[in-house]
Protein backbone atom coordinates (compact mmCIF):
# COMPACT_ATOMS: atom_id res chain seq x y z
CA UNK A 1 0.00 0.00 0.00
CA UNK A 2 2.56 2.54 1.09
CA UNK A 3 4.77 1.26 -1.80
CA UNK A 4 1.64 2.40 -4.35
CA UNK A 5 1.58 5.60 -2.66
CA UNK A 6 5.40 5.89 -3.38
CA UNK A 7 4.69 5.43 -6.93
CA UNK A 8 1.95 7.99 -6.94
CA UNK A 9 3.38 10.88 -4.69
CA UNK A 10 6.65 9.68 -7.08
CA UNK A 11 4.43 10.58 -9.97
CA UNK A 12 2.50 13.76 -9.40
CA UNK A 13 5.53 15.98 -9.24
CA UNK A 14 5.84 15.04 -13.23
CA UNK A 15 2.08 15.10 -14.06
CA UNK A 16 1.87 18.74 -12.70
CA UNK A 17 5.07 20.13 -13.93
CA UNK A 18 4.28 18.43 -17.21
CA UNK A 19 2.02 21.40 -19.06
CA UNK A 20 5.18 24.01 -18.13
CA UNK A 21 7.95 21.28 -19.15
CA UNK A 22 6.35 20.68 -22.35
CA UNK A 23 6.28 24.45 -23.31
CA UNK A 24 9.83 24.76 -21.89
CA UNK A 25 10.99 21.79 -24.20
CA UNK A 26 8.83 23.52 -27.43
CA UNK A 27 9.85 26.60 -27.55
CA UNK A 28 13.50 26.56 -25.97
CA UNK A 29 15.64 23.18 -25.87
CA UNK A 30 13.95 22.49 -29.34
CA UNK A 31 14.75 25.70 -31.20
CA UNK A 32 18.03 25.99 -29.38
CA UNK A 33 19.23 22.27 -30.03
CA UNK A 34 17.96 23.08 -34.12
CA UNK A 35 20.53 26.60 -33.51
CA UNK A 36 23.40 24.23 -32.24
CA UNK A 37 22.55 21.88 -35.35
CA UNK A 38 22.93 24.70 -37.66
CA UNK A 39 25.58 26.04 -36.75
CA UNK A 40 27.42 22.59 -37.86
CA UNK A 41 25.62 22.63 -41.20
CA UNK A 42 27.48 24.21 -44.57
CA UNK A 43 26.34 26.91 -46.59
CA UNK A 44 27.34 28.35 -49.69
CA UNK A 45 26.15 31.58 -52.07
CA UNK A 46 24.50 29.70 -54.80
CA UNK A 47 24.17 26.14 -53.08
CA UNK A 48 22.30 27.47 -49.61
CA UNK A 49 22.19 25.49 -46.96
CA UNK A 50 23.24 21.94 -46.89
CA UNK A 51 22.38 20.07 -44.18
CA UNK A 52 25.92 18.12 -43.94
CA UNK A 53 28.10 17.70 -40.69
CA UNK A 54 30.69 19.63 -40.98
CA UNK A 55 33.26 21.96 -39.05
CA UNK A 56 33.66 24.78 -40.82
CA UNK A 57 31.74 27.58 -39.16
CA UNK A 58 33.73 26.66 -35.84
CA UNK A 59 37.41 26.65 -37.54
CA UNK A 60 36.43 30.07 -39.36
CA UNK A 61 34.97 31.64 -36.11
CA UNK A 62 38.01 29.85 -34.55
CA UNK A 63 40.95 31.16 -37.29
CA UNK A 64 39.31 34.62 -38.35
CA UNK A 65 41.01 37.38 -35.98
CA UNK A 66 37.42 39.15 -37.16
CA UNK A 67 35.24 37.21 -34.28
CA UNK A 68 37.89 37.44 -31.96
CA UNK A 69 37.69 41.58 -31.86
CA UNK A 70 33.81 40.81 -31.95
CA UNK A 71 34.09 38.66 -29.05
CA UNK A 72 36.36 40.87 -27.33
CA UNK A 73 34.48 44.32 -27.69
CA UNK A 74 31.63 42.47 -26.56
CA UNK A 75 32.43 41.77 -23.42
CA UNK A 76 34.79 44.53 -22.89
CA UNK A 77 31.46 46.31 -23.17
CA UNK A 78 29.45 44.00 -20.97
CA UNK A 79 32.49 44.49 -18.10
CA UNK A 80 32.45 48.63 -18.65
CA UNK A 81 28.46 48.44 -18.09
CA UNK A 82 28.74 46.19 -15.57
CA UNK A 83 31.39 48.50 -13.27
CA UNK A 84 29.11 51.59 -14.35
CA UNK A 85 25.91 50.42 -12.86
CA UNK A 86 27.82 48.43 -9.60
CA UNK A 87 29.40 52.23 -9.03
CA UNK A 88 26.32 54.19 -9.06
CA UNK A 89 23.71 51.73 -8.62
CA UNK A 90 24.86 50.23 -5.16
CA UNK A 91 24.73 54.06 -3.64
CA UNK A 92 21.68 54.69 -5.42
CA UNK A 93 20.39 51.84 -4.05
CA UNK A 94 21.26 52.55 -0.56
CA UNK A 95 20.10 55.76 -0.70
CA UNK A 96 17.27 55.11 -2.21
CA UNK A 97 16.63 52.76 0.97
CA UNK A 98 17.18 55.68 3.71
CA UNK A 99 14.57 57.98 1.90
CA UNK A 100 11.02 58.48 3.41
CA UNK A 101 8.17 56.76 1.66
CA UNK A 102 6.65 59.13 -0.55
CA UNK A 103 10.20 60.00 -2.02
CA UNK A 104 11.46 56.37 -2.06
CA UNK A 105 8.52 55.38 -4.39
CA UNK A 106 8.80 58.34 -6.83
CA UNK A 107 12.90 57.71 -7.22
CA UNK A 108 11.77 54.45 -7.57
CA UNK A 109 9.86 54.95 -10.56
CA UNK A 110 12.15 57.05 -11.89
CA UNK A 111 14.94 54.53 -11.54
CA UNK A 112 12.29 52.02 -13.09
CA UNK A 113 11.40 54.44 -15.96
CA UNK A 114 14.02 52.86 -18.49
CA UNK A 115 12.32 49.39 -18.37
CA UNK A 116 8.96 50.89 -18.94
CA UNK A 117 9.93 52.54 -22.45
CA UNK A 118 10.49 50.88 -25.95
CA UNK A 119 14.42 50.00 -26.45
CA UNK A 120 14.45 51.61 -29.38
CA UNK A 121 12.65 54.85 -28.46
CA UNK A 122 15.05 54.89 -25.62
CA UNK A 123 18.18 54.16 -27.77
CA UNK A 124 16.98 56.49 -30.00
CA UNK A 125 16.74 59.35 -27.19
CA UNK A 126 20.32 58.55 -26.12
CA UNK A 127 21.28 58.64 -29.95
CA UNK A 128 19.26 62.81 -30.25
CA UNK A 129 21.45 63.19 -27.01
CA UNK A 130 24.73 62.28 -28.29
CA UNK A 131 24.35 63.21 -32.15
CA UNK A 132 27.49 64.33 -33.40
CA UNK A 133 29.38 67.58 -32.16
CA UNK A 134 26.42 69.58 -31.18
CA UNK A 135 24.68 67.10 -29.77
CA UNK A 136 23.04 68.00 -26.27
CA UNK A 137 25.43 66.52 -24.31
CA UNK A 138 28.52 67.49 -25.35
CA UNK A 139 26.94 71.19 -25.86
CA UNK A 140 26.93 70.99 -21.94
CA UNK A 141 29.73 69.41 -21.36
CA UNK A 142 31.93 72.13 -23.22
CA UNK A 143 29.35 75.41 -21.82
CA UNK A 144 30.36 73.80 -18.30
CA UNK A 145 34.01 73.64 -19.13
CA UNK A 146 34.53 70.16 -18.21
CA UNK A 147 35.73 69.13 -21.83
CA UNK A 148 37.13 71.99 -24.69
CA UNK A 149 36.40 69.51 -27.72
CA UNK A 150 33.54 67.27 -28.25
CA UNK A 151 33.99 63.88 -27.07
CA UNK A 152 32.55 61.01 -30.20
CA UNK A 153 29.45 59.26 -28.14
CA UNK A 154 27.54 58.14 -31.56
CA UNK A 155 29.37 55.02 -33.18
CA UNK A 156 31.70 54.42 -30.21
CA UNK A 157 31.98 51.79 -27.22
CA UNK A 158 31.72 54.84 -24.91
CA UNK A 159 28.38 55.58 -26.24
CA UNK A 160 27.14 52.23 -25.60
CA UNK A 161 28.39 51.92 -22.16
CA UNK A 162 26.52 54.89 -21.42
CA UNK A 163 23.52 54.07 -23.21
CA UNK A 164 23.29 50.14 -21.95
CA UNK A 165 24.37 51.38 -18.41
CA UNK A 166 21.11 53.31 -18.29
CA UNK A 167 18.92 50.79 -19.28
CA UNK A 168 20.67 48.25 -16.99
CA UNK A 169 20.75 50.35 -14.18
CA UNK A 170 17.00 49.08 -12.62
CA UNK A 171 18.35 45.32 -12.32
CA UNK A 172 21.39 46.73 -10.32
CA UNK A 173 19.43 48.92 -8.22
CA UNK A 174 16.76 46.29 -7.82
CA UNK A 175 19.25 43.15 -6.97
CA UNK A 176 21.06 45.62 -4.03
CA UNK A 177 17.73 47.01 -2.79
CA UNK A 178 16.73 42.92 -2.06
CA UNK A 179 20.51 42.47 -0.10
CA UNK A 180 19.62 45.74 1.57
CA UNK A 181 15.83 44.41 2.90
CA UNK A 182 17.90 42.02 4.13
CA UNK A 183 20.33 44.03 6.62
CA UNK A 184 18.98 44.50 10.10
CA UNK A 185 17.96 47.94 10.79
CA UNK A 186 19.82 48.31 13.69
CA UNK A 187 23.04 47.74 12.00
CA UNK A 188 24.07 50.54 11.48
CA UNK A 189 23.11 51.74 15.05
CA UNK A 190 25.17 48.84 16.18
CA UNK A 191 28.01 49.86 14.48
CA UNK A 192 27.94 53.62 15.40
CA UNK A 193 27.47 52.31 19.29
CA UNK A 194 30.71 50.73 18.81
CA UNK A 195 32.52 54.06 17.54
CA UNK A 196 32.42 53.62 13.74
CA UNK A 197 32.23 56.93 11.86
CA UNK A 198 29.66 57.02 8.48
CA UNK A 199 32.46 55.95 6.27
CA UNK A 200 33.62 53.04 8.49
CA UNK A 201 30.07 51.72 8.70
CA UNK A 202 29.71 51.57 4.84
CA UNK A 203 32.75 50.14 4.11
CA UNK A 204 33.24 47.81 6.96
CA UNK A 205 29.46 46.30 8.05
CA UNK A 206 26.86 47.45 5.15
CA UNK A 207 29.39 46.83 1.88
CA UNK A 208 30.28 43.12 3.15
CA UNK A 209 26.86 42.39 3.58
CA UNK A 210 25.59 43.53 0.03
CA UNK A 211 28.14 42.68 -1.65
CA UNK A 212 26.13 39.31 -3.04
CA UNK A 213 23.61 42.16 -3.92
CA UNK A 214 25.60 43.67 -6.08
CA UNK A 215 27.60 40.65 -7.50
CA UNK A 216 23.83 39.06 -8.49
CA UNK A 217 22.74 42.32 -10.08
CA UNK A 218 26.38 41.77 -11.62
CA UNK A 219 25.33 38.12 -13.22
CA UNK A 220 22.30 40.14 -14.90
CA UNK A 221 23.81 42.93 -16.22
CA UNK A 222 26.68 41.81 -17.66
CA UNK A 223 24.42 39.01 -19.11
CA UNK A 224 22.21 40.89 -20.24
CA UNK A 225 24.61 43.44 -21.88
CA UNK A 226 26.82 40.66 -23.48
CA UNK A 227 23.79 39.63 -25.45
CA UNK A 228 21.57 42.83 -26.19
CA UNK A 229 20.71 44.02 -29.81
CA UNK A 230 18.90 47.04 -29.97
CA UNK A 231 21.10 49.44 -28.12
CA UNK A 232 24.54 48.61 -30.03
CA UNK A 233 23.01 48.16 -33.24
CA UNK A 234 21.69 51.75 -33.19
CA UNK A 235 24.27 53.35 -30.87
CA UNK A 236 27.34 51.49 -32.58
CA UNK A 237 25.46 51.66 -35.68
CA UNK A 238 27.06 48.90 -38.80
CA UNK A 239 30.84 49.40 -37.90
CA UNK A 240 30.88 48.59 -34.53
CA UNK A 241 29.38 45.15 -34.25
CA UNK A 242 29.25 43.10 -31.20
CA UNK A 243 28.26 39.49 -30.76
CA UNK A 244 24.56 40.03 -31.09
CA UNK A 245 24.31 42.18 -33.98
CA UNK A 246 26.82 39.98 -36.05
CA UNK A 247 24.84 37.32 -35.91
CA UNK A 248 21.81 39.33 -36.82
CA UNK A 249 23.77 40.52 -39.80
CA UNK A 250 24.96 36.98 -40.64
CA UNK A 251 21.67 35.54 -40.56
CA UNK A 252 19.49 38.49 -42.40
CA UNK A 253 22.47 40.71 -44.65
CA UNK A 254 24.71 37.60 -45.72
CA UNK A 255 22.00 34.70 -45.15
CA UNK A 256 24.97 32.68 -43.99
CA UNK A 257 22.92 31.06 -41.43
CA UNK A 258 25.27 28.22 -40.23
CA UNK A 259 27.61 30.64 -39.04
CA UNK A 260 25.38 33.18 -37.32
CA UNK A 261 23.99 29.93 -35.36
CA UNK A 262 27.70 29.39 -34.53
CA UNK A 263 27.92 32.73 -33.54
CA UNK A 264 24.89 32.49 -31.45
CA UNK A 265 25.84 29.05 -29.76
CA UNK A 266 29.61 30.48 -29.01
CA UNK A 267 27.70 33.59 -27.41
CA UNK A 268 25.12 31.75 -25.33
CA UNK A 269 27.97 28.75 -23.75
CA UNK A 270 30.38 31.88 -22.62
CA UNK A 271 27.54 33.56 -21.09
CA UNK A 272 26.24 30.21 -19.22
CA UNK A 273 30.22 29.51 -18.69
CA UNK A 274 30.98 32.79 -17.16
CA UNK A 275 27.62 33.12 -15.22
CA UNK A 276 27.81 29.87 -13.63
CA UNK A 277 31.27 29.91 -12.89
CA UNK A 278 31.15 33.34 -11.18
CA UNK A 279 27.83 32.33 -9.50
CA UNK A 280 29.46 29.24 -7.74
CA UNK A 281 32.61 31.45 -7.15
CA UNK A 282 29.73 34.24 -4.89
CA UNK A 283 28.05 31.48 -3.24
CA UNK A 284 31.31 29.86 -1.44
CA UNK A 285 32.79 33.17 -1.13
CA UNK A 286 29.70 34.70 0.73
CA UNK A 287 28.17 31.24 2.33
CA UNK A 288 28.05 33.08 5.61
CA UNK A 289 26.38 36.11 4.37
CA UNK A 290 23.63 33.86 2.04
CA UNK A 291 22.44 32.39 4.84
CA UNK B 1 26.22 62.53 43.02
CA UNK B 2 24.29 61.47 39.86
CA UNK B 3 26.12 59.24 37.09
CA UNK B 4 23.66 59.58 34.33
CA UNK B 5 21.45 62.67 34.41
CA UNK B 6 17.60 62.66 32.24
CA UNK B 7 16.88 66.52 33.45
CA UNK B 8 12.93 66.59 31.76
CA UNK B 9 13.41 64.86 28.93
CA UNK B 10 10.72 64.89 25.79
CA UNK B 11 10.63 63.85 22.51
CA UNK B 12 8.01 64.82 19.64
CA UNK B 13 7.14 62.77 16.37
CA UNK B 14 5.21 65.75 14.72
CA UNK B 15 2.20 66.55 16.79
CA UNK B 16 2.90 63.17 18.71
CA UNK B 17 4.42 63.38 22.07
CA UNK B 18 5.99 60.26 22.73
CA UNK B 19 8.19 61.17 25.76
CA UNK B 20 6.96 63.81 27.95
CA UNK B 21 8.86 65.03 31.38
CA UNK B 22 11.00 62.40 31.67
CA UNK B 23 13.57 63.44 34.64
CA UNK B 24 15.58 60.61 36.18
CA UNK B 25 19.12 60.38 38.16
CA UNK B 26 21.13 57.02 37.71
CA UNK B 27 23.67 56.26 40.20
CA UNK B 28 27.07 54.67 39.45
CA UNK B 29 26.84 50.89 39.12
CA UNK B 30 23.09 51.13 39.51
CA UNK B 31 20.86 48.39 37.58
CA UNK B 32 17.94 50.30 36.23
CA UNK B 33 14.73 49.15 33.99
CA UNK B 34 12.47 50.51 32.02
CA UNK B 35 9.26 48.83 32.14
CA UNK B 36 5.96 49.42 30.43
CA UNK B 37 3.72 48.09 27.84
CA UNK B 38 4.64 48.71 23.81
CA UNK B 39 4.97 52.47 23.04
CA UNK B 40 4.94 53.82 26.52
CA UNK B 41 8.29 55.67 25.36
CA UNK B 42 10.97 53.58 26.87
CA UNK B 43 13.16 52.11 24.00
CA UNK B 44 12.49 56.19 22.68
CA UNK B 45 13.94 56.90 25.86
CA UNK B 46 16.66 54.39 25.45
CA UNK B 47 17.72 55.54 21.66
CA UNK B 48 17.81 58.94 23.40
CA UNK B 49 20.36 57.93 25.66
CA UNK B 50 22.21 56.49 22.79
CA UNK B 51 22.45 59.62 20.62
CA UNK B 52 20.00 57.97 17.88
CA UNK B 53 17.35 59.89 18.61
CA UNK B 54 17.14 63.81 19.55
CA UNK B 55 15.45 65.00 22.53
CA UNK B 56 13.09 67.44 22.11
CA UNK B 57 13.28 69.48 25.49
CA UNK B 58 15.36 68.69 28.05
CA UNK B 59 19.15 67.30 28.72
CA UNK B 60 20.64 64.13 29.02
CA UNK B 61 23.93 64.27 31.02
CA UNK B 62 26.41 61.72 31.54
CA UNK B 63 29.14 62.55 34.69
CA UNK B 64 27.69 65.98 34.58
CA UNK B 65 29.00 66.58 30.79
CA UNK B 66 26.05 67.64 28.27
CA UNK B 67 25.12 64.55 25.57
CA UNK B 68 23.47 66.99 23.30
CA UNK B 69 26.49 67.57 21.20
CA UNK B 70 28.34 64.13 21.03
CA UNK B 71 27.66 61.90 18.24
CA UNK B 72 26.52 58.22 19.15
CA UNK B 73 29.96 57.22 17.80
CA UNK B 74 31.62 58.97 20.97
CA UNK B 75 29.31 58.38 23.85
CA UNK B 76 30.83 55.39 24.79
CA UNK B 77 27.76 53.14 25.51
CA UNK B 78 27.31 49.99 25.13
CA UNK B 79 23.79 48.47 23.74
CA UNK B 80 22.78 44.84 23.20
CA UNK B 81 19.75 45.42 20.66
CA UNK B 82 16.43 43.16 20.66
CA UNK B 83 17.58 41.92 17.34
CA UNK B 84 21.32 41.47 18.42
CA UNK B 85 22.12 43.35 15.43
CA UNK B 86 25.70 41.13 14.50
CA UNK B 87 27.46 41.49 12.38
CA UNK B 88 26.65 38.42 9.86
CA UNK B 89 29.93 38.69 7.63
CA UNK B 90 32.11 38.64 10.57
CA UNK B 91 33.00 35.34 13.48
CA UNK B 92 31.97 36.08 16.81
CA UNK B 93 35.78 37.34 17.75
CA UNK B 94 35.73 40.07 15.15
CA UNK B 95 32.11 40.89 15.92
CA UNK B 96 33.61 41.72 19.40
CA UNK B 97 36.43 42.80 18.35
CA UNK B 98 35.48 45.54 16.49
CA UNK B 99 34.90 47.96 19.21
CA UNK B 100 38.34 47.85 20.21
CA UNK B 101 39.36 47.80 16.26
CA UNK B 102 37.74 51.50 16.30
CA UNK B 103 39.39 52.44 19.39
CA UNK B 104 42.63 51.64 18.16
CA UNK B 105 43.17 49.03 20.98
CA UNK B 106 46.74 46.74 19.95
CA UNK B 107 46.07 44.03 18.20
CA UNK B 108 47.68 41.67 21.17
CA UNK B 109 45.40 43.67 23.79
CA UNK B 110 42.36 42.97 21.64
CA UNK B 111 42.75 39.31 20.69
CA UNK B 112 43.62 39.19 24.79
CA UNK B 113 40.48 41.35 25.94
CA UNK B 114 38.06 39.34 22.99
CA UNK B 115 38.84 35.82 24.54
CA UNK B 116 37.89 36.98 27.89
CA UNK B 117 35.16 38.86 26.54
CA UNK B 118 33.72 35.69 25.12
CA UNK B 119 34.68 33.86 28.32
CA UNK B 120 33.14 36.02 30.65
CA UNK B 121 29.96 35.11 28.29
CA UNK B 122 30.82 31.48 28.47
CA UNK B 123 30.93 30.84 24.84
CA UNK B 124 35.04 30.10 25.14
CA UNK B 125 35.87 27.84 22.12
CA UNK B 126 32.94 29.88 19.52
CA UNK B 127 35.58 32.40 18.43
CA UNK B 128 35.18 31.52 14.85
CA UNK B 129 31.63 30.32 14.64
CA UNK B 130 29.45 33.01 12.35
CA UNK B 131 26.42 34.49 13.92
CA UNK B 132 24.26 33.01 12.41
CA UNK B 133 25.65 29.28 12.98
CA UNK B 134 24.88 30.23 16.31
CA UNK B 135 21.60 29.34 18.47
CA UNK B 136 19.47 32.81 20.15
CA UNK B 137 21.03 32.38 23.20
CA UNK B 138 24.83 31.90 21.65
CA UNK B 139 24.21 35.02 19.77
CA UNK B 140 22.63 37.32 22.65
CA UNK B 141 25.91 36.42 24.11
CA UNK B 142 27.19 37.29 21.37
CA UNK B 143 25.84 40.56 21.58
CA UNK B 144 26.58 41.39 25.38
CA UNK B 145 30.42 40.56 24.99
CA UNK B 146 30.46 43.09 21.82
CA UNK B 147 28.93 45.70 24.45
CA UNK B 148 30.81 44.78 27.42
CA UNK B 149 34.32 44.83 25.62
CA UNK B 150 34.43 48.56 25.28
CA UNK B 151 33.68 48.94 29.06
CA UNK B 152 31.32 50.99 28.42
CA UNK B 153 30.16 53.90 30.61
CA UNK B 154 26.27 52.57 30.45
CA UNK B 155 25.36 49.82 29.27
CA UNK B 156 21.95 49.79 27.92
CA UNK B 157 19.90 46.45 27.23
CA UNK B 158 16.74 46.54 24.50
CA UNK B 159 14.45 44.38 25.16
CA UNK B 160 17.73 41.74 25.07
CA UNK B 161 15.62 38.55 26.00
CA UNK B 162 12.90 38.92 24.35
CA UNK B 163 13.67 36.44 21.77
CA UNK B 164 14.64 33.98 23.79
CA UNK B 165 12.30 30.72 25.57
CA UNK B 166 11.29 30.70 28.97
CA UNK B 167 14.23 28.83 30.38
CA UNK B 168 16.68 30.28 28.81
CA UNK B 169 15.63 33.96 28.87
CA UNK B 170 15.40 32.94 33.13
CA UNK B 171 18.96 31.38 32.66
CA UNK B 172 20.03 34.82 30.80
CA UNK B 173 18.43 37.01 33.53
CA UNK B 174 20.63 35.21 36.47
CA UNK B 175 23.38 35.35 34.11
CA UNK B 176 23.14 39.24 33.33
CA UNK B 177 22.77 39.76 37.05
CA UNK B 178 25.61 38.04 37.98
CA UNK B 179 28.01 40.11 35.11
CA UNK B 180 26.65 43.13 35.97
CA UNK B 181 27.53 42.91 39.57
CA UNK B 182 30.73 41.32 38.75
CA UNK B 183 31.84 44.55 36.96
CA UNK B 184 29.97 47.09 38.25
CA UNK B 185 28.96 48.88 34.80
CA UNK B 186 25.97 51.34 34.97
CA UNK B 187 23.04 49.05 33.06
CA UNK B 188 19.63 50.24 31.62
CA UNK B 189 17.87 47.51 30.62
CA UNK B 190 14.38 48.26 28.50
CA UNK B 191 11.97 45.40 28.80
CA UNK B 192 7.91 45.00 29.01
CA UNK B 193 8.11 41.85 31.25
CA UNK B 194 7.56 42.88 35.15
CA UNK B 195 9.36 39.88 36.31
CA UNK B 196 12.50 40.41 34.34
CA UNK B 197 12.56 44.49 35.47
CA UNK B 198 12.14 43.04 39.33
CA UNK B 199 14.27 40.07 39.72
CA UNK B 200 17.01 42.43 37.92
CA UNK B 201 16.76 45.92 38.86
CA UNK B 202 18.00 47.84 41.52
CA UNK B 203 15.28 50.27 40.42
CA UNK B 204 12.50 50.17 38.45
CA UNK B 205 10.90 52.94 35.81
CA UNK B 206 7.66 52.10 35.17
CA UNK B 207 6.01 53.88 32.23
CA UNK B 208 2.72 54.49 30.76
CA UNK B 209 2.13 56.80 27.45
CA UNK B 210 5.48 58.25 27.62
CA UNK B 211 5.37 59.29 30.78
CA UNK B 212 6.74 58.13 34.34
CA UNK B 213 4.41 56.39 36.57
CA UNK B 214 6.94 55.57 39.03
CA UNK B 215 10.06 55.58 40.21
CA UNK B 216 11.04 52.92 42.82
CA UNK B 217 12.79 49.28 44.14
CA UNK B 218 11.39 46.11 42.86
CA UNK B 219 9.50 45.60 46.28
CA UNK B 220 8.32 49.45 46.39
CA UNK B 221 6.70 49.45 42.78
CA UNK B 222 5.37 46.39 43.91
CA UNK B 223 4.21 46.47 47.42
CA UNK B 224 3.48 50.13 47.20
CA UNK B 225 2.13 50.86 43.34
CA UNK B 226 1.45 54.62 43.05
CA UNK B 227 -0.83 54.42 40.30
CA UNK B 228 -3.57 52.24 39.17
CA UNK B 229 -1.58 51.68 35.96
CA UNK B 230 1.34 50.37 37.95
CA UNK B 231 -0.58 47.77 40.24
CA UNK B 232 -2.13 46.23 37.94
CA UNK B 233 0.91 46.51 35.43
CA UNK B 234 3.25 44.86 37.86
CA UNK B 235 1.73 41.10 38.52
CA UNK B 236 -1.94 40.65 39.28
CA UNK B 237 -3.96 42.95 42.03
CA UNK B 238 -7.53 42.96 43.42
CA UNK B 239 -8.99 46.37 43.21
CA UNK B 240 -12.05 47.12 45.40
CA UNK B 241 -14.23 50.14 45.71
CA UNK B 242 -14.28 51.70 49.91
CA UNK B 243 -15.46 54.36 51.71
CA UNK B 244 -14.42 56.23 54.44
CA UNK B 245 -16.91 56.26 57.18
CA UNK B 246 -16.73 59.34 58.95
CA UNK B 247 -19.82 58.84 60.92
CA UNK B 248 -17.94 56.39 63.30
CA UNK B 249 -15.34 57.41 65.12
CA UNK B 250 -12.74 56.61 65.03
CA UNK B 251 -13.21 56.82 61.34
CA UNK B 252 -13.04 53.52 58.86
CA UNK B 253 -12.50 51.88 56.11
CA UNK B 254 -15.03 49.82 54.83
CA UNK B 255 -14.93 47.84 51.82
CA UNK B 256 -18.26 45.39 51.49
CA UNK B 257 -18.15 43.53 55.35
CA UNK B 258 -14.56 44.43 55.43
CA UNK B 259 -13.68 47.29 57.52
CA UNK B 260 -10.46 48.93 59.01
CA UNK B 261 -8.91 51.46 60.62
CA UNK B 262 -8.77 54.58 57.74
CA UNK B 263 -5.82 55.79 56.72
CA UNK B 264 -5.20 59.53 57.69
CA UNK B 265 -5.84 61.83 54.62
CA UNK B 266 -8.11 60.36 52.69
CA UNK B 267 -12.04 60.59 52.50
CA UNK B 268 -15.37 59.61 50.67
CA UNK B 269 -14.95 57.05 47.72
CA UNK B 270 -11.40 55.25 47.45
CA UNK B 271 -9.94 52.15 45.94
CA UNK B 272 -8.81 49.75 47.60
CA UNK B 273 -5.96 47.63 46.01
CA UNK B 274 -4.17 44.21 47.64
CA UNK B 275 -2.20 41.58 46.32
CA UNK B 276 -3.99 38.35 45.71
CA UNK B 277 -0.89 36.53 47.78
CA UNK B 278 -2.36 38.74 50.85
CA UNK B 279 -5.48 37.63 51.02
CA UNK B 280 -6.62 35.07 53.22
CA UNK B 281 -9.33 32.94 53.81
CA UNK B 282 -10.92 34.04 57.42
CA UNK B 283 -13.86 34.53 59.84
CA UNK B 284 -14.65 38.11 58.87
CA UNK B 285 -14.23 40.02 56.40
CA UNK B 286 -15.29 40.11 52.53
CA UNK B 287 -17.54 37.47 51.88
CA UNK B 288 -17.65 35.43 48.81
CA UNK B 289 -18.18 32.70 46.84
CA UNK B 290 -15.69 30.63 45.26
CA UNK B 291 -16.06 30.16 41.19
CA UNK B 292 -13.22 28.29 40.31
CA UNK B 293 -9.78 27.03 42.14
CA UNK B 294 -7.02 25.60 40.15
CA UNK B 295 -3.80 23.89 41.62
CA UNK B 296 -0.66 25.24 40.60
CA UNK B 297 1.54 22.83 42.29
CA UNK B 298 3.16 25.14 45.18
CA UNK B 299 0.04 27.63 45.00
CA UNK B 300 -3.56 27.57 44.67
CA UNK B 301 -5.23 29.94 42.50
CA UNK B 302 -9.06 30.89 43.43
CA UNK B 303 -11.12 33.13 41.63
CA UNK B 304 -13.80 33.96 43.80
CA UNK B 305 -17.29 36.35 43.39
CA UNK B 306 -17.10 39.10 46.19
CA UNK B 307 -19.40 41.48 47.07
CA UNK B 308 -17.18 44.25 46.06
CA UNK B 309 -16.33 42.36 42.50
CA UNK B 310 -14.34 39.78 41.11
CA UNK B 311 -11.42 38.48 43.09
CA UNK B 312 -7.88 36.78 43.00
CA UNK B 313 -6.43 34.94 45.93
CA UNK B 314 -3.58 33.11 45.90
CA UNK B 315 -2.27 30.30 48.44
CA UNK B 316 0.66 28.76 49.14
CA UNK B 317 0.12 24.78 48.87
CA UNK B 318 1.18 24.25 52.78
CA UNK B 319 -0.25 20.94 52.55
CA UNK B 320 -3.60 22.10 54.69
CA UNK B 321 -6.84 21.02 53.53
CA UNK B 322 -8.68 24.30 51.49
CA UNK B 323 -11.83 25.70 50.13
CA UNK B 324 -13.46 23.82 47.10
CA UNK B 325 -15.51 25.42 44.43
CA UNK B 326 -18.41 26.74 45.60
CA UNK B 327 -17.37 27.32 48.77
CA UNK B 328 -19.11 30.86 50.69
CA UNK B 329 -15.82 32.19 52.21
CA UNK B 330 -14.32 35.40 53.75
CA UNK B 331 -11.65 37.31 52.00
CA UNK B 332 -9.40 38.81 54.88
CA UNK B 333 -6.07 40.98 54.51
CA UNK B 334 -3.89 43.10 57.17
CA UNK B 335 -4.32 46.69 56.51
CA UNK B 336 -0.36 47.16 55.83
CA UNK B 337 -1.15 44.44 53.15
CA UNK B 338 -3.05 47.39 51.18
CA UNK B 339 -2.72 50.08 49.34
CA UNK B 340 -5.73 52.87 49.03
CA UNK B 341 -5.88 55.20 46.31
CA UNK B 342 -8.13 57.91 46.48
CA UNK B 343 -11.32 57.85 44.11
CA UNK B 344 -13.33 54.90 42.32
CA UNK B 345 -11.24 52.12 40.32
CA UNK B 346 -11.24 52.14 37.00
Known sequence: MSMAADERNGRAPWALAAPALMLFVGVLLIPLAMTVMLSFHDWGQYKGIEPVFILKNWREIATDPYYAEMFGRTFRIAILTTLLTALLGAPEAYILNRMDGRWKSFFLLIILGPLLISVVARTLGWALLFGGNNGLVNKLLMSAGVIRFPIPFMFTETGMVIALAHVMMPFMVLSVWAALQRLDPQIENAAMSLGAGPITTIRRIIMPQIMPGVLSGAIIVFSLSASAFATPAIIGGRRLKVAATLAYDEFLNTLNWPLGAAVATLLLVALVLIVVGSNALIERRYAEVFR | ?346
Open chain 2, 1 to 346: MAYLELDRVAKQFGAQTVVDDFSLSVGKGEFISFLGPSGCGKTTTLQMIAGFLDPTRGAIRLESRDLAAIPPARRGLGIVFQSYALFPHMTAAENVAFGLEMRKVPRGERAERVRAALAMVGLAGYEDRHPRRMSGGQQQRVALARALVIKPNVLLLDEPLSNLDAKLREEMQIELRQIQRTIGTTTILVTHDQNEAMSLSDRIVVMSQGRIEQIGTPQETYEKPASAFVSQFLGKTNDFPGTIDRVVSPTQLVAGSWRAPAPAGLGGQVTVSVRPERIGFGETGLSAKIITRVFQGNHWLFQCDSECGPAIVIRQNDGKPQPAEGDAVRLTWRPEDMSVRAGASA
